[in-house]
């Protein structure tokens, strides 16, 4: 059973708390993590607060974009992949330069 007091792995495991969570580890480390929090009730404690608020956005941000803004968002990195296609190509650093957004074009002058 757990004893209660903090031990030399806590911040290791609490490092990759979210990937437990998700089942985002090897076999291996799932199970050494699992063996830890049977084993260390502040970080079981710790584990418990991080999935509440896992479960808690899930809940409340759980909302899909309209599909009209999805489109647009796609054509969007549609026009500056093609921009970027064609600056690496024969096309210049002018070329479709009107249909790259503002902020695009200011990182590039930055860069």
């Given at each position: 059973m757990?004893?209660?007091h903090p031990h030399d792995d806590c911040a290791s495991v609490?490092?990759?708390v979210y990937e437990y969570i998700d089942h985002e580890m090897a076999d291996d480390d799932l199970a050494t993590v699992k063996q830890h929090l049977d084993d260390c009730t502040p970080c079981l404690a710790e584990y418990g607060l991080?999935?509440?608020v896992k479960?808690?956005?899930h809940r409340c941000c759980s909302e899909v974009a309209p599909e009209d803004?999805?489109?647009k968002v796609l054509s969007k990195i549609r026009q500056v992949q093609a921009g970027a296609a064609a600056d690496a190509g024969c096309g210049g650093p002018e070329a479709d330069a009107a249909d790259v957004p503002a902020g695009a074009k200011q990182a590039s002058a930055l860069s």
């Open positions: 757990s004893c209660g609490l490092e990759h991080e999935q509440a479960a808690l956005v803004l999805r489109v």
